[in-house]
C-alpha cells in the first residue's frame, strides 16, 4: 500500500512501552473497475497477521446503498470503525435531506472524514465505487488522510495490479486498443484474473473472492475461490 511520506507501522507512540506499534496491516487486495452503465468492486476474504491466517472468511467490501460501495485493506479493525461511522452519517444525511446520498456527496463526505483523522488517520487504503446521477459508474480512490482521486479502474492493498489495469482498463499503452468502453462481463472476468494472479505470488491474498456488482438495477454479487495455502 502507499501511503506516501506517512507510515505508521514505523513510528513509536512517546506515551506506549518502548516499539509500540498502534496499528497492523491485515493484508487483503481491492479492485474497483467501473463503465458506462455499471461499477464493480471486488475483495478477498483471507485476513492475516504476517504469516498468520486469522481468517479465511472476511469481507473486506461493504454495501452503502444501491448506488455505492466501498472496500478497505490494511488494519481491518480501522477499516470496520470506518464504515460504520460512514453509515451513521449517511443515515443522518438521509434523515436531514429525505434522499439518498449521491455517490459524489459521498465520496466528499468520505474525505471530511479521513482528513478529520490526520493526526492518527485510519491505517486503510479505501476504494469507494457507484453510480452517478446519469448512471455511469465512477471509481474514487483515497490516502489515509483524504486525498482522492475520481477513476475508472483502481487496486489496493497486496499484490495491486495498477499497470495491468490502466492497460486494459484505459488502455494505457496499448497498440491498436479499441476505443470502445469495457463491457461489464469482461471487467468481471478481468478482476478474476488480477486476483488469480495476486494468489499466486502474494501470501496475504486467497481463499475466495466477493465481488459486489452496482448497475441501475441495484447490487449483485458473485464469488470465486482462490488457493488455500
Request: hydrophobic content about 35%; charged content about 20%; glycine content about 8%.
Amino acid at each position: 500500500m502507499s501511503f506516501y511520506h506517512f507510515n505508521p507501522l514505523h513510528t513509536q507512540s512517546s506515551n506506549g512501552p518502548k516499539g509500540f506499534i498502534p496499528y497492523t496491516d491485515n493484508g487483503g487486495l481491492v479492485v474497483g473497475v467501473a463503465g458506462e452503465d455499471y461499477a464493480v468492486i471486488a475483495s478477498d476474504t483471507r485476513l492475516a497477521n504476517s504469516f498468520h491466517i486469522l481468517s479465511r472468511h472476511q469481507q473486506k467490501t461493504f454495501k452503502l446503498n444501491d448506488k455505492a460501495a466501498i472496500g478497505l485493506t490494511g488494519c481491518f479493525a480501522d477499516a470496520t470503525s470506518l464504515v460504520k461511522f460512514v453509515k451513521t452519517n449517511m443515515s443522518i444525511y438521509e434523515q436531514d435531506h429525505h434522499k439518498p446520498m449521491s455517490i459524489g456527496a459521498l465520496a466528499q463526505m468520505l474525505q471530511v472524514m479521513l482528513y478529520f483523522k490526520r493526526f492518527f488517520p485510519y491505517y486503510v487504503s479505501t476504494v469507494l465505487v457507484g453510480l452517478d446521477g446519469e448512471g455511469q459508474g465512477w471509481v474514487y480512490n483515497y490516502d489515509p488522510v483524504g486525498s482522492y482521486e475520481r477513476c475508472k479502474c483502481y487496486a489496493a492493498g497486496s499484490g495491486a495490479s495498477q499497470p495491468l489495469l490502466d492497460n486494459q482498463v484505459l488502455k494505457t499503452n496499448m497498440k491498436g486498443a479499441s476505443e470502445e468502453p469495457m463491457p461489464m462481463k469482461t471487467a468481471i472476468s478481468l478482476i478474476k484474473d488480477v486476483f488469480t494472479s495476486a494468489a499466486e505470488r502474494q501470501i496475504h491474498v486467497g481463499d475466495c473472492v466477493k465481488i459486489m456488482i452496482i448497475t441501475k438495477h441495484g447490487v449483485t454479487k458473485e464469488s470465486f475461490e482462490l488457493r488455500k495455502d
